[in-house]
Structures are given as structure tokens and as C-alpha cells.
């Protein structure tokens, strides 16, 4: 299995000047900067759907990198990794969770905004106008009431357009155990629409 400098960078433990050296010119190597001391064109701006399936690309792209030689010493890359590896401290036996938590009010329509108001996402009917506690990671957002229990997860939102995450299944629920909602309601829509709704 070949070895990746990204599931240990923050565990690195710097003995010498020439081990800082070796993992500065690994990373340069790596990220690219290469191609432009080579005079490379190569210079396209990554595109991805969701941020976790490119690190993953990204990660074995790097590691399928590492059995060339290196531009300045006469080693390959995953040989010279192999001997900054011996500096390396012991990882620590707690996972460690990279997420940032975030207390934030609810709308009165059961929602939250992000990103200067770009970004909406939904909770539930239940929690209008309440205080939740937002979990907040690269790929998802995960919203907890005042006991920190998890209401709903939402895949995270990126860009400088207006969007929105809407999850239907709780408010669904809370129509159907308060079906005088739905008879209140009903009188502005269309008669196919009422027809459905009160079957």
C-alpha cells in the first residue's frame, strides 16, 4: 500500500532543518509548483461535484506520484517520504474529528441561513424560532437541538449563488400528525390539489 503525506501532515515532528526541507519540497512537488520551475502549462483550475471524492482522487493521484524520481535528489519520492516517516510522531489513538460547531436561530418557517444569507437549509416544524447547534464539516452540516441530538443532516452548500437544501420528510411527518393543517390550507389551491391532499 503505498504511503500519502496527507494522512499525517499534522503529526509531523521536525528534528532537523533538512526534514522540513524534505516535506516543503514533497508538498511543492506534489501540489504542482514543479511545472512551473519546468516551465509546465498545466495550470487548469480543479472542478468537482463534492469536495470528498476529489480529496480521495487527489490523495492516489499523489501517492501513484511518489515512484518517479525525484528533480533534485536521486531518489524516488516515496523513498525519501519513507525516510522523513521515521521523524514522524505515533498517531494519537482518538480520532480525531475536523468539524467546527456553531449555535445559530431558526426561521419561523423551520430554516437558516449561511454565507451572508446565500445558503438555506431546513430543520424542521417543530423548530421554529428555536436555538439549534449546527455541526459543521467540508461535506456536511448536521443540525443538533439544545441536548445535541441530531435532527438532520444536510450535504453542505458551495458558491456565491442563492441555494437551497429543503429535507420534506419532517415536516411531512408533523403535516400528518396535525392533519388540521392541511384543511386550512387546502382552500387556496387547485381542486386536483385538494383532491389529493384530502384522500
Not at 77 to 101: K, T
Not at 127 to 149: C, F, G, P, R, Y
Request: include cysteine; glycine fraction near 8%; hydrophobic fraction near 30%.
Amino acid at each position: 500500500m503505498p504511503l500519502g503525506i496527507a494522512g499525517c501532515h499534522f503529526f509531523l515532528e521536525y528534528r532537523w532543518s533538512t526534514t522540513r526541507n524534505l516535506v516543503r519540497q514533497y508538498l511543492y512537488h506534489c501540489h504542482g509548483d514543479h511545472q512551473r520551475r519546468r516551465g509546465g502549462t498545466d495550470r487548469t483550475v480543479p472542478r468537482f461535484l463534492a469536495l470528498t471524492d476529489y480529496n480521495a482522487n487527489a490523495l492516489k493521484a499523489g501517492d501513484s506520484d511518489g515512484d518517479r524520481e525525484h528533480y533534485r535528489h536521486d531518489d524516488t519520492i516515496q523513498e525519501l517520504f519513507r525516510e522523513d516517516l521515521r521523524s514522524l510522531l505515533a498517531l494519537p489513538s482518538v480520532a480525531f474529528e475536523l468539524s467546527g460547531m456553531k449555535t445559530i436561530t431558526t426561521n419561523g418557517w423551520g430554516k437558516f441561513t449561511l454565507y451572508k444569507g446565500k445558503h438555506e437549509y431546513s430543520v424542521s416544524p417543530r423548530h421554529t424560532h428555536a436555538v439549534v447547534t449546527l455541526k459543521l464539516t467540508s461535506a456536511a452540516i448536521t443540525v443538533q437541538d439544545e441536548n445535541l441530538h441530531e435532527i438532520i443532516t444536510h450535504k453542505r452548500l458551495y458558491g456565491d449563488k442563492k441555494q437551497e437544501s429543503m429535507k420534506w420528510l419532517p415536516y411531512l411527518n408533523y403535516i400528518s400528525r396535525h392533519p388540521c393543517l392541511i384543511e386550512g390550507s387546502t382552500s387556496k389551491m387547485h381542486d386536483e390539489g385538494q383532491e389529493i391532499l384530502l384522500l
